[in-house]
């Protein structure tokens, strides 16, 4: 049965609507949760780097923030399905 003979156009809108908000939401929250898990050891490798050497701490500083770009990703495809 197709979703046009259950729900009104409203009622349909409203459902994508509710469904691109949920995909949105996905998109942010399971970049996050990736990138934590991954830059769990990346963190605690560049403490342990930059302990011993201080010249580490930029390349360190690095390696850390890489994996946030991943969830700058995800943002961008949330505001996409959002609003476009």
């Known amino acids: 049965m197709a979703i046009e003979t259950l ?3 409203v009622g349909a809108q409203a459902l994508g609507s509710g469904l691109a908000a949920i995909g ?3 998109a942010v929250g399971l970049a996050g949760i ?3 898990v991954g830059e769990q050891g990346i963190g605690a ?10 010249g580490m701490f930029g390349l ?4 850390t923030v890489l994996p946030e770009t991943v969830v700058i990703f ?9 609003f476009i």
């Open 34 to 36: 990736g990138t934590g």
């Open 45 to 54: 490798a560049a403490v342990g780097a930059t302990a011993e050497d201080r």
């Open 24 to 26: 949105a939401g996905l």
């Open 7 to 9: 729900f009104s156009d």
């Open 74 to 82: 995800g943002l961008v495809i949330a505001l996409l399905i959002m």
């Open 60 to 63: 360190a500083l690095l390696f």
